[in-house]
């Protein structure tokens, strides 16, 4: 009996179904009901662990990936083809920004107003919005954005405007240590850089996409923006131009710290410049990527919306991530002070002095380290760039 009820509890307990929650099947977004709208977004990113800005086939690791990822996710826009997407500045692997700007089409709440875009079919007559709120775009987008991509504000603009070809100019900024390096004097050098000049020794070539080197840099400026000892204080190297050409400002920086260290002096710059001279590119390597951010990109008549919640969400982010750096850059720091009074007898040559040591950090922005300039082979007398190069140079000089 005991056994005959135990095998009717076992047959019960199998007939019973299974509770399976069924996920109901997701909605499919009707962007048909909805209008859009012409909005402008500025957006601040550390991009030291991106492969740039741009999408790249078979690379998800890009700023644009991450952006789009999000507008689709907040179903802000139904694909990038339709959005009429457009960029003030392509950044390059490992350059961050503070003050990029991209603008598209966007899904909107609002009937009319500026920058929208009223829909096909909709009711031709006019409507009132003024009790409609827009939507949330800053906090909608940083909430499904990584914490190193912010959204800082947004701006309605006219349907025909461009991030790129409305940008009236683009300033970069470039960090690095003092060290042992002149900054009066690279930045009266860097003074012959402003102007309209034809800069194709200071950038790589892509010839393929340019064929155009004249740019305009309107300001530039060297300077230190703190105040240390030892070579560790840091400096900024601040360049606003109309537009740039590939890796313009990390070849002028790299010019600059030659300049800086006196292994050249200012001359180099106008022989550089001078296409009818420096008829090829000179090879030298240019300045690391990491420290250089877009700063700013300057439109006319364009007023940003910043929403407070978000923007303080933002500010409590990046002072996080401040106090950790800092506390890291503080440690090492003392470490260096340290490590750099070590008796000479300690160091594996004898003729270098110890505090020699704390003076030699910018030789790491740089490709090649020089102990002493008798090793430095001046830019006038380097080989000079491919053969794209050669044939490119010389066609313009015939013209």
């Given at each position: 009996m005991e056994s005959l009820s135990t095998a009717k509890r076992k047959?019960?307990?199998?007939?019973?179904?299974?509770?399976?929650?069924?996920?109901?099947?997701?909605?499919?977004?009707?962007?048909?009901r909805y209008n859009q709208r012409r909005v402008a977004f500025k957006l601040a990113y550390l991009g030291w662990d991106y492969h740039g800005l741009a999408s790249q086939d078979g690379i998800e690791k890009t700023i644009e990936f991450e952006l789009f990822n999000a507008f689709t996710k907040t179903c802000l826009i139904g694909n990038r083809a339709d959005?009429?997407?457009?960029?003030?500045?392509?950044?390059?692997?490992?350059?961050?920004?503070?003050?990029?700007?991209?603008?598209?089409?966007?899904?909107?709440?609002?009937?009319?107003?500026?920058?929208?875009?009223?829909?096909?079919?909709?009711?031709?007559?006019?409507?009132?919005?003024?009790?409609?709120?827009?939507?949330e775009y800053v906090k909608?987008?940083?909430?499904?954005?990584?914490?190193?991509?912010?959204?800082?504000?947004?701006?309605?603009?006219?349907?025909?405007?461009?991030?790129?070809?409305?940008?009236?100019?683009?300033t970069y900024k470039y960090y690095f240590p003092r060290g042992n390096m002149n900054i009066q004097i690279m930045n009266e050098s860097a003074q012959r850089l402003k102007g309209e000049h034809d800069f194709r020794n200071f950038c790589k070539m892509d010839l393929a996409n340019v064929s155009n080197f004249r740019r305009e840099i309107l300001s530039i400026k060297?300077?230190?923006?703190?105040?240390?000892?030892?070579?560790?204080?840091?400096?900024?190297?601040?360049?606003?131009?109309?537009?740039?050409l590939w890796h313009q400002v990390r070849c002028i920086v790299s010019i600059l710290f030659l300049i800086g260290q006196g292994f050249e002096d200012a001359s180099v710059i106008d022989y550089m410049l001078d296409i009818t001279k420096c008829t090829k590119k000179p090879q030298y390597g240019m300045a690391s990527e990491f420290p250089l951010v877009l700063f700013d990109c300057a439109y006319k008549d364009l007023t940003w919306i910043y929403d407070e919640y978000a923007h303080s969400l933002t500010v409590k982010h990046f002072k996080k991530t401040w106090t950790e750096y800092a506390i890291k850059t503080t440690l090492l720091k003392q470490m260096l002070n340290e490590i750099c009074i070590a008796p000479n007898d300690l160091l594996e040559n004898k003729n270098i002095d110890s505090?020699?040591?704390?003076?030699?950090?910018?030789?790491?922005?740089?490709?090649?380290?020089?102990?002493?300039?008798?090793?430095?082979?001046?830019?006038?007398?380097r080989?000079?760039?491919?053969?794209?190069?050669?044939?490119?140079?010389?066609?313009?000089?015939?013209?």
């Open positions: 047959v019960s307990t199998q007939s019973k179904p299974s509770k399976k929650t069924k996920k109901s099947p997701r909605r499919i977004f009707d962007f048909s959005s009429k997407y457009t960029r003030s500045g392509r950044t390059d692997k490992g350059v961050s920004a503070l003050g990029q700007v991209i603008s598209l089409n966007v899904r909107t709440n609002l009937a009319n107003g500026p920058g929208v875009i009223v829909r096909n079919g909709a009711d031709d007559a006019p409507k009132e919005s003024e009790n409609i709120s827009e939507l909608m987008l940083n909430k499904v954005l990584p914490n190193d991509i912010r959204i800082l504000a947004w701006a309605p603009v006219n349907n025909d405007f461009s991030a790129r070809f409305n940008t009236i100019s683009r060297v300077q230190t923006i703190e105040n240390s000892n030892q070579g560790f204080e840091m400096c900024e190297i601040i360049v606003c131009g109309t537009a740039f505090k020699q040591i704390c003076y030699d950090q910018p030789c790491f922005l740089t490709p090649g380290h020089y102990d002493q300039v008798s090793t430095f082979r001046p830019i006038r007398t080989p000079t760039c491919g053969e794209n190069n050669d044939k490119f140079a010389l066609v313009v000089l015939d013209s």
